[in-house]
């Protein structure tokens, strides 16, 4: 029986939780059986969100343990670092460059920008795309997008049990009808690009 | 029936409403809110929800519901009992007539309350049945059959999940809505033999409940979520006996491991003494795992006792177990390694990682409660002073650099903390912060008691018009309810005025200025004394346009970093940068900048 664990990681406020429940209706919607775990509560003011998505039949837990996800989807690369334990041997990451200065770093005068994760990163993972998500949010001419870009090139790795086509057809049901032409081109930015 | 993907609460509130529910109150606190408010999004009109004042008022609200015949539920997070801990003792005596949940959600870690107390033992000391879900198709199931032992009983019941079944996803198995059941309450019939507490009833239901008790724990015995497992056994001297989530780790633990024999406990009280029985035979070893105390432990090594049994049980008690915080698979699975003799897993250590920014939660940019305590700190700088704070997002206000939350303990203490700390050292300004939120919860009697006991003290209520904490629930000071009336306002300079606090002045924390000067003001009078710093919690108004700053008046002093600590501004490049995405245009930097450096969008224009 197929098991795919997912794990999606950030910071508050940047869609990952659409993003994960996006992943699973697609799922339920295939007929997949879905189990998901997330932080709640005060990691909403700045603090380092996570997501454990696991679809497949037979799971007994939300949650799964270290080196056990296929693929690592981070929306900022120090919190693709901090999940990074999570990856299995030979598992696959999506990782968004723009780094998210904790307010402590400023406090703090804390030099960090991301190339050191993105580095440690192209050391660590041998199936590693990094994706310029500011870039394409900007061209894109939202903020707000993120999330599909993101999405566009995690289904591009072959590893979630669904297509591109499918996760749009979920999406149209759960965004508001003015944004759905927004998200769509979002999903698909990596064809454009 | 059909498929849905649920959080754990939601599946719980949707369980109820399938079960029969008629009247669900509450108070908000992590991990259980999402229960109620998921009940008043599904309600269809034939529900009453409220969100109470307290977690006190809300058990008594839905204990009258149930003397009607209602089945009712009342929601809270653990440290909710402790304040309904009163009602909750004297209603296991009186029990119900219809059918009644107490839903409280423990929290091990703890990740978000003040103490990993565990409700189990709450249970226990009430004599009250309780139940234990591990996963949320359980946690649905389980809710349902909760209400029926209410109602077969006539007595409340206890239902409590823990933090990661509250909010774990699953696609599960629900009702349509036309296999729900339907409660019809009968109405309240008097019968003062019945209804009202006194010795001689107390001494009845006494003996009734332990006699009841005893038939539980057979009936549980029987009940199919207590079970154990042996179909798969292959290590036929060893046993593991579990519960709640933990259950679920140790089901992935055991994966590719010669299974010992395994008892989950789904009621951990009244214990399923015939069922542990039946699981300890032929035993040589049992290790017990949990999470907060060791409940089940203690169970086994009782019955192991009653009944001669040679089985050795491990677990906190021995050590072999955490005594504190959560389980996770990894220490389930090395709990397991080490029980059986095989090799532990290390945790996966990236040595050679960069140093990675942490990431505290702090107060959100534009918050009005940075702006509070920055104008008491002004106006009490180089004066001898305490800062009691209280429970909510203010209690943030402990962090660097702000660093005005000199205590915190439970829900409305700072107010006679504060009376306390003034007693003893009557040359220092002490103050009591207290949200709006916890201000109606339990703040008011602790008002009363220092105005009449003479204290000498300035208590500051931050008013933002909300619960901010648990994710904005309306209270008595909002004017809405959460059956979507609008209705009049308590009134918060009202109430401390019939509470006979001699000054009560009103101020936006905003306009720093008049801030500190209000402050300044009221704390040299003596007696009880009150500020109210009202200003909107910035997450529910519409932000204003972000502010700029103008690099040639900005001399990179850092003061507005230094003293505010913002979210919103950081550094960018080396100089210092407002976030355009997370400023709200609150202003509160450009009154502290002494260069005049930050202004308004048109300023930079």
Redesign the interface.
């Known amino acids: 029986m197929m098991q795919t664990n997912i794990l999606l990681c950030g910071?508050g406020g940047q869609g990952i939780v659409l993003a994960s429940?996006l992943i699973?209706?697609t799922?339920?919607a295939e007929d997949i059986?879905?189990?998901?775990?997330?932080t709640?509560?005060?990691?909403q003011?700045?603090?380092?969100v996570f997501s454990f998505l696991r679809l497949g039949e037979n799971l007994?837990?939300?949650?799964?343990?270290?080196?056990s996800a296929d693929i690592l989807i981070a929306f900022e690369p120090?919190e693709a670092?901090?999940m990074?334990?999570?990856l299995k041997d030979g598992g696959k990451a999506v990782v968004n460059t723009h780094a998210i200065?904790?307010?402590?770093?400023?406090?703090k005068?804390?030099n960090?920008t991301g190339n050191?994760?993105t580095d440690?990163l192209k050391k660590?993972v041998s199936d590693l795309t990094l994706v310029d998500g500011s870039k394409a949010c900007e061209e894109l001419g939202s903020?707000k997008v993120l999330n599909m870009v993101m999405l566009g090139e995690v289904l591009k790795k072959g590893v979630l049990p669904f297509d591109l086509e499918k996760l749009e057809e979920t999406m149209k049901k759960t965004v508001k009808p003015q944004f759905v032409q927004l998200n769509s081109k979002a999903l698909r930015y990596r064809e454009m690009a | 029936m059909h498929k849905e993907f649920l959080m754990g609460n939601a599946a719980i509130a949707r369980g109820a409403i399938d079960a029969g529910l008629n009247v669900v109150s509450g108070y908000p606190g992590t991990p259980s809110t999402e229960v109620l408010e998921t009940a008043a999004k599904n309600n269809d009109g034939s529900l009453y929800v409220e969100w109470s004042v307290n977690e006190k008022a809300a058990l008594e609200l839905s204990a009258g519901a149930a003397y009607c015949g209602a089945y009712s539920m009342v929601t809270m997070k653990q440290v909710g009992l402790n304040v309904a801990s009163d009602p909750l003792m004297s209603l296991a005596y009186i029990g119900v007539k219809g059918a009644m949940i107490i839903l409280v959600a423990d929290d091990p870690g703890p990740i978000s309350s003040q103490t990993e107390q565990d409700t189990r033992h709450f249970a226990a000391y009430s004599k009250l049945p309780c139940f234990d879900p591990s996963t949320v198709q359980e946690a649905y199931d389980m809710i349902q059959d909760a209400f029926e032992f209410s109602k077969k009983y006539k007595t409340p019941v206890l239902f409590r999940p823990t933090t990661r079944v509250c909010h774990g996803y699953a696609s599960i198995e629900v009702k349509d809505k036309e296999e729900r059941y339907i409660n019809k309450p009968e109405g309240f019939v008097k019968d003062a033999s019945k209804w009202v507490i006194f010795p001689r009833l107390s001494y009845n239901s006494h003996i009734h409940i332990e006699k009841r008790n005893a038939e539980l724990t057979e009936v549980f015995s029987e009940y199919k979520k207590n079970f154990i497992i042996s179909e798969t056994i292959k290590d036929y001297k060893r046993g593991i006996a579990t519960h709640g989530i933990s259950y679920t780790y140790t089901m992935e633990a055991l994966d590719g491991i010669d299974s010992p024999r395994i008892m989950k406990v789904s009621t951990p009280f009244p214990f399923p003494e015939a069922l542990a029985l039946k699981f300890l035979e032929g035993l040589d070893e049992v290790l017990c795992i949990e999470e907060l105390d060791p409940v089940i432990e203690k169970e086994l090594i009782y019955v192991c006792g009653k009944y001669h049994l040679n089985v050795r049980i491990y677990g906190k008690v021995t050590g072999n177990v955490t005594p504190a915080g959560e389980n996770t698979i990894l220490s389930v699975y090395n709990n397991i390694a080490q029980f059986m003799g095989l090799e532990e897993k290390k945790p996966e250590n990236d040595n050679d990682a960069p140093e990675l920014p942490i990431r505290p939660p702090v107060l959100c940019a534009g918050c009005p409660h940075r702006a509070s305590f920055y104008a008491v700190k002004k106006a009490m700088k180089g004066v001898k002073s305490v800062f009691c704070g209280d429970i909510g997002c203010y209690t943030l206000g402990n962090a660097m650099p702000l660093d005005m939350v000199d205590t915190c303990l439970c829900m409305g203490a700072g107010v006679n903390i504060t009376q306390g700390i003034g007693k003893i050292e009557p040359d220092t300004k002490c103050f009591a912060f207290v949200g709006d939120s916890t201000f109606f919860a339990s703040a008011i009697t602790g008002v009363i008691n220092a105005v009449y006991n003479q204290a000498d003290m300035t208590l500051i209520v931050l008013d933002n018009s909300t619960t901010a904490m648990t994710g904005h629930q309306p209270h008595p000071g909002t004017g809405r309810t959460m059956m979507g009336q609008v209705v009049d306002k308590v009134d918060i300079t009202a109430v401390l005025k019939g509470c006979g606090v001699s000054c009560i002045e009103t101020v936006n924390p905003l306009k720093l200025d008049e801030a500190v000067e209000c402050v300044k003001r009221v704390s040299s009078l003596t007696g009880v004394k009150a500020i109210i710093f009202k200003s909107p919690c910035a997450v529910l108004i519409k932000p204003e346009k972000p502010l700029f700053i103008d690099s040639e008046k900005c001399r990179q002093c850092k003061k507005c970093i230094n003293e505010l600590g913002c979210p919103g501004i950081v550094i960018k490049d080396g100089k210092v940068t407002i976030e355009r995405s997370l400023c709200s245009g609150c202003g509160l930097c450009s009154q502290v900048c002494p260069f005049d450096a930050i202004g308004g969008a048109d300023d930079a224009n």
């Open positions: 910071v429940k699973a209706a799922a339920m059986p879905v189990k998901s775990a997330e709640i509560g005060m990691a003011k700045g603090g380092s007994h837990c939300p949650m799964f343990a270290p080196k120090a670092v901090r990074l334990p999570y200065m904790p307010v402590t770093a400023a406090l005068g804390s960090y050191e994760m440690h660590k903020p």
